[in-house]
């Protein structure tokens, strides 16, 4: 469990004696002392209760674990398994150059300012439709890949700075004119799944 979610536990549990003990004993809300435990336990500890378990769970929203938990998002997972080098996720996934157990929010983030929580809220908006709205058929981005994302990772790293390929357009790249997506361009590539071989980790 995270240190936010233990203490989000142990301020509930601290709440609940509380108030059970208030609610045995009235008579200890009669003196100052008993009021301001009063006001602690029925007011100050649930604010912070909710605090930390809100701080937890948008944590752990920006793990795989739960970007994948949704039904129409399994085969984007198994889209990390696929067991080909063009397939760029998969590379990333792999090779560890994303952490695994953050690997959707690290590439889907933006690195901009209020970028994790740009991000952040499309997730919710992505609960909402999952649970009460509908599904659409095809599953997109909201707007263009920005070489930017890739950039923050990949610029001046030895292998993209000194590539024979890259060196031409790195300035069109850097001013996102020329997409990283044109010459990287097998994503995800969920409707060609059905016959790939797949990685398993430790096995060659």
Not at 11 to 26: E, F, K, N, S
Not at 117 to 124: I, W
Request: charged share 20%.
């Amino acid at each position: 469990m995270l240190p936010s979610t233990l203490g989000f536990t142990a301020i509930v549990l601290v709440a609940v004696v509380l108030i059970g003990l208030i609610v045995l004993r009235p008579s200890l809300v009669q003196a100052r002392g008993g009021k301001i435990l009063a006001f602690l336990c029925l007011f100050v500890l649930p604010l912070l209760a909710t605090g930390l378990g809100t701080a937890a769970q948008v944590e752990h929203s920006k793990s795989t674990r739960f970007c994948l938990s949704c039904h129409v998002m399994e085969p984007y997972g198994k889209s990390l398994l696929v067991d080909d080098p063009t397939y760029l996720p998969a590379r990333h996934f792999q090779n560890n150059r994303v952490p695994r157990d953050e690997a959707c929010f690290t590439c889907h983030t933006n690195y901009t300012l209020f970028g994790d929580a740009k991000a952040k809220l499309r997730g919710l908006r992505h609960v909402y439709v999952n649970y009460i709205g509908t599904i659409p058929k095809q599953i997109k981005l909201y707007e263009p890949y920005n070489n930017r994302e890739c950039l923050h990772c990949h610029g001046g790293a030895r292998s993209f700075e000194e590539s024979e390929l890259h060196q031409p357009i790195r300035s069109d790249l850097a001013k996102n004119t020329t997409s990283c997506l044109e010459c990287h361009d097998k994503i995800h590539d969920v409707h060609g799944l059905a016959n790939v071989r797949l990685w398993k980790e430790g096995k060659p």
